[in-house]
C-alpha cells in the first residue's frame, strides 16, 4: 500500500469512529439503556415475518420427488431449503439433515415461533423422513405428496396411515423471546 491509500484509509476510520460516536451520544441515554437487545429481536422477528411469506407464496407449487424450486417443484426437504436459503440461511438438503441443524425446541406448541421448522416421521425409532415450516396459529407449510402441492395446514391433525407424526422442532434463527425451552435430548 501507498503511504497515500494508509492515510486514506486511516481517514476512513476516523470518520467512521465520529460518525458511530455522533449516532449514540445523539440517541438519548434511556433509550440505550432500556431494551438493549430491542434492535436484535425486531431483526429476527422480520426475518421470522420473511420466512413466513416466502413460505406461504410457495402455495400450490406442485410436489415433485427431488425438486428444490418453484418451477419444477418441491418436495419437503426442498421446500425449507428454498425458501431459508432465499434469506442467507444455509440448510442442508434432506429431511434428516435438517432435522440435525439449529436448536432442538420442546415438542410444545406454545413454544413455537414463526419459521421454525417442524420434523415428521414414522415408526417407533422416530426417524424424520418429512420437514414443513412453522408459520403461527398453528399452522405450517409443506411440500405434501398426499395432495401433490405446497399446502398450509394445521399441525393438529387427527392421526391417520397416511399422515407422518410431529416428532420434534428445529430453532434456526436466534429466539426472540425468553421463553424457548431446549429439547433436553437434542429432540428434533
Not at 410457495?58 to 434469506?87: E, H, N
Not at 429431511?95 to 421454525?116: E, M, N
Request: hydrophobic content about 40%; aromatic content about 4%.
Amino acid at each position: 500500500m501507498t503511504p497515500s491509500s494508509l492515510s486514506r484509509i486511516a481517514r476512513m476510520k476516523v470518520a467512521l469512529i465520529a460518525i458511530s460516536f455522533a449516532s449514540l451520544s445523539a440517541a438519548p441515554v434511556m433509550a440505550q439503556t432500556a431494551k438493549p437487545f430491542e434492535a436484535m429481536s425486531n431483526s429476527a422477528q422480520s426475518l421470522r415475518d420473511s420466512i413466513v411469506s416466502l413460505a406461504r407464496a410457495q402455495i400450490g407449487t406442485r410436489y415433485k420427488l427431488g425438486g428444490i424450486t418453484p418451477d419444477k417443484g418441491f418436495d419437503c426437504s426442498g421446500l425449507v431449503k428454498f425458501v431459508m436459503s432465499a434469506l442467507n440461511l444455509d440448510v442442508p438438503r434432506t429431511a434428516k439433515q435438517q432435522s440435525k441443524v439449529g436448536l432442538a425446541i420442546v415438542r410444545d406448541t406454545s413454544r413455537l415461533l414463526p419459521g421454525d421448522v417442524l420434523t415428521f416421521g414414522r415408526g417407533k425409532k422416530g426417524v424424520v423422513s418429512h420437514v414443513g415450516i412453522y408459520v403461527g396459529d398453528g399452522r405450517f407449510v409443506q411440500a405434501s405428496s398426499a395432495a401433490g402441492r405446497v399446502v398450509e395446514t394445521p399441525l393438529d391433525r387427527p392421526p391417520s396411515p397416511r399422515i407422518k407424526v410431529w416428532r420434534g422442532v428445529r430453532r434456526l434463527l436466534p429466539d426472540d423471546s425468553a421463553s424457548a425451552t431446549i429439547a433436553s435430548k437434542g429432540g428434533n
